[in-house]
């Protein structure tokens, strides 16, 4: 049997128990990403030797019995958009191919305080613009379920990596969608944290009041010991709540009974495939069989959504992106003939077309003139969007519908149709602009494909979105089923 169909529990067990090693663990998932990565693709960097290194690090404080971290032992994959010391970090970007941090984000310093090993960072969508990983400048990441599909993004690598075993769990970023949507197309668990509760320093910026980070793993358990672990305040990070972190691995009782469940119509309408939808009404079966009572409610706003979210991401991309200019990191052009070339050059040859269009339209947007017309009222949009959930939560626990409105598609199918691919993210957006949790958790299959089903929570009660989310998965086989490969 597979170290990797072993719970991090399970594998803390034998570890402790002296069954395997840190190094066992560590050979196995760089066996594996041996074995897959040419048909995968969802690392841009595997830093071996370091991995193998700290594993016998920490076997030494295994034999000695030394205190051992939350994670201890379990190797990691980090995305490519967190800064990790010495180890490149590029962003999926042409621009940074170059760039190794002189520091980690806060997440990687809380991860090396439970003792995990980094075995290296994983495929993304340029600057985390995209939903289908094909806007990584490096190469696409692929489906583990089907290698003629999309992995989803722009977390694609970190999703397909432990859907396809070779990382045991793995960070992501989450924008509008990007940690949930990856892990519905590829049959495993995102968690999007409420916006703070997770430290956001060491993050490279796509739009500064969405983007969190947050875990993919096998299944709801492992997802709560590593939300555990990089959850809390950081005063490096202005945006950093102040806030309690329960014991979330406590709130996993598998008790939903009067549990109250919200479903939104506008989540299961038009434009949701059929498939889809009948195993999200197969999953609030399962969620009723176990006590809990669901009704179907409006988000009434949840059509602006798109619109709303891809104005103010990109008019924050705008300001973010600024600093990428040839002078102070990253690559620059070559024999410019002045500064402006310079700054022209190096952001030509250094971006790719999603993120030069994202700075356009951005730029357009809070552009003199066109300021009050779109960015302001695109905020007065969120609030009112925000106003919805606020409003639903008053009388319910949770609100679950799909995470995607179809499964993964084809690649190269909808590259050249902007548009449709942002639709993709039209039941994700709106928890993002609305700062709450979400998981998504895999509920079922649609012709072959995984589907996933999204539980959302209110505002810093990421306790009863993992409950939720344990007692479905405990009630059914889906999170424990693997890709051929």
């Not at 432990?162 to 590829?186: H, K, M, N, W």
């Not at 668990?189 to 060491?202: D, E, F, I, M």
Request: proline share 5%.
């Amino acid at each position: 049997m597979s170290l990797f169909n072993n719970t991090l529990p399970e594998i803390h067990n034998k570890l402790h128990q002296k069954e395997i090693s840190v190094s066992d663990l560590v050979g196995h998932a760089l066996e594996t990403i041996g074995a897959r990565e040419d048909k995968i693709r969802a690392y841009i960097t595997v830093d071996e030797e370091q991995a193998r290194a700290s594993a016998r690090q920490l076997d030494d404080q295994l034999v000695s019995g030394e205190e051992r971290g939350l994670l201890f032992g379990l190797p990691v994959g980090i995305k490519d958009n967190i800064v990790t010391e010495g180890l490149r970090t590029t962003c999926g970007s042409q621009f940074l191919k170059n760039f190794n941090p002189v520091y980690n984000a806060t997440v990687v310093d809380k991860l090396r305080a439970s003792q995990t090993v980094t075995l290296g960072k994983m495929n993304m969508d340029e600057f985390a613009m995209g939903g289908s990983n094909e806007n990584s400048s490096f190469f696409p990441a692929r489906n583990p379920w089907d290698l003629e599909r999309v992995p989803g993004g722009s977390s694609g690598g970190s999703a397909a990596a432990v859907a396809a075993g070779e990382a045991y769990f793995t960070l992501g970023s989450d924008t509008g969608g990007s940690i949930r949507q990856p892990a519905s197309y590829c049959g495993v668990v995102g968690l999007k944290p409420t916006y703070g509760l997770v430290s956001r320093y060491g993050l490279v910026a796509f739009a500064s009041s969405l983007d969190q980070i947050g875990p993919i793993t096998k299944n709801v358990q492992d997802s709560a010991y590593v939300l555990q672990a990089i959850a809390g305040y950081d005063q490096k990070d202005s945006t950093s709540a102040k806030v309690d972190v329960p014991d979330y691995l406590n709130a996993l009782t598998g008790d939903v009974k009067g549990l109250r469940i919200a479903v939104p119509k506008e989540y299961l309408g038009e434009g949701v495939d059929p498939q889809v939808k009948e195993k999200v009404l197969d999953a609030l079966k399962t969620l009723e069989g176990l006590g809990a009572v669901w009704e179907e409610v409006s988000l009434p706003h949840t059509e602006y959504a798109v619109a709303t979210y891809y104005l103010l991401a990109s008019s924050e991309a705008s300001s973010n992106l600024a600093r990428f200019d040839g002078v102070r990191y990253g690559v620059r052009s070559d024999n410019p003939d002045n500064l402006l070339d310079l700054y022209h050059q190096s952001r030509t040859q250094g971006f790719g077309p999603e993120v030069k269009r994202r700075i356009m339209l951005g730029t357009y947007a809070l552009s003199s003139g066109y300021y009050d017309a779109y960015y302001l009222k695109a905020q007065k949009v969120r609030t009112l969007i925000k106003q919805d959930f606020d409003r639903v939560f008053e009388q319910y626990d949770v609100i679950i519908g799909p995470t995607a409105p179809t499964t993964a598609f084809k690649i190269g199918s909808q590259v050249d149709d902007p548009l449709t691919m942002y639709l993709n993210d039209i039941l994700t957006i709106p928890v993002s602009l609305a700062g709450v949790p979400a998981i998504s958790i895999p509920c079922g299959f649609a012709d072959g494909m995984p589907v996933g089903l999204q539980i959302i929570g209110k505002a810093f009660d990421e306790s009863s979105v993992l409950r939720v989310a344990h007692a479905f998965e405990q009630n059914t086989e889906f999170h424990k089923q693997r890709p051929q490969l």
